[in-house]
């Protein structure tokens, strides 16, 4: 049964920064005067359990180790983290249970695609991103630098598989879906603080069909390294789902997004660890609800 009351909060690519993910968590549970039940990982987690594999492995190489303190016990994430794939992780690790599995204490891997319920939330999800040439292609081990690189797209089964569930609450994806930028043109609303809007080309058109077919009450997205917000569907007031996107875990501003829930349905939400609503049940959704950029444009649209 759902609690009656439960508050989720999402994260960005990580790329392995778990330390300030915790200390970010801890703000936001004060500010909001109540425990994190639940944290959502968008993908690029990179939680290497060894230090040199961070070191040989990692997107972000030159940063600190850390996930390695977790899966030796040395520190716990506080609250239960339930991470999709990106296109960068230890797959070697991940390759044998496509279901999903326990990397260390409070620390879950979801699986490839998929359905599980959280907390009474039915979360469904669908890792890596996708890649035209190897989306027939069987999933190979990643003995190589090659292989784990392919492991990081999904394949045609997996998006088969999703597309086959229905009753979703939450729809975890790494890569956004496409024509994002359109429907933002669309609802004739500007990003914040006088930035422009993304390519057209960002995202995948087998996520927005996806969307399109599973009608998901809300999606939450990373990759690209860049906080976005809209709604897709909601023809004649039924369908409707709101999709955010999630900077990269560097600030907190755009990178975290939390709910507040009442059984299965959102009441309010809010960017960053501040605390401060942004969004209530019964409002527009959109590039409205954003907060304005804190630093300089992003280089680049995702590792």
Wanted: hydrophobic fraction near 40%; proline fraction near 7%; aromatic fraction near 8%.
């Amino acid at each position: 049964m759902a609690p009656e009351s439960l508050l989720v909060a999402s994260v960005g690519d990580i790329h392995g920064r778990f330390r300030r993910v915790d200390t970010w968590l801890d703000a936001l549970a004060e500010a909001r005067g109540r425990e994190v039940d639940l944290v959502l990982a968008v993908g690029d987690v990179e939680a290497f359990r060894l230090a040199d594999d961070h070191r040989r492995k990692a997107a972000k190489r030159l940063m600190p180790a850390e996930f390695a303190e977790y899966a030796d016990g040395v520190r716990t994430m506080k609250r239960p983290l339930y991470f999709i794939a990106g296109n960068n992780e230890d797959f070697e690790a991940l390759h044998d249970t496509p279901e999903g599995l326990q990397l260390a204490p409070n620390v879950h891997y979801l699986g490839r695609a998929g359905l599980k319920e959280l907390h009474g939330l039915r979360v469904g999800y669908l890792s890596g991103i996708h890649a035209p040439r190897f989306y027939e292609q069987p999933l190979k081990r990643p003995r190589s630098l090659d292989t784990a690189k392919q492991a990081g797209y999904f394949r045609a089964s997996e998006v088969e598989q999703v597309a086959a569930l229905r009753d979703m609450d939450v729809l975890l994806v790494h890569e956004w879906p496409r024509g994002l930028p359109q429907r933002a043109q669309e609802q004739g609303v500007l990003p914040p603080g006088g930035r422009p809007l993304p390519s057209y080309w960002i995202g995948n058109p087998i996520t927005r069909r996806l969307v399109e077919t599973l009608h998901p009450k809300w999606v939450l997205c990373g990759h690209s390294h860049r906080a976005f917000a809209v709604t897709l569907g909601g023809h004649g007031g039924r369908h409707m789902t709101r999709v955010a996107c999630l900077d990269e875990a560097a600030r907190p501003e755009q990178s975290v997004f939390w709910m507040e829930l009442r059984g299965r349905e959102v009441v309010c939400a809010g960017w960053g660890i501040s605390g401060a609503v942004s969004w209530r049940a019964g409002e527009p959704w959109g590039l409205g609800v954003l907060p304005a950029p804190s630093g300089p444009e992003p280089v680049g649209t995702g590792y």
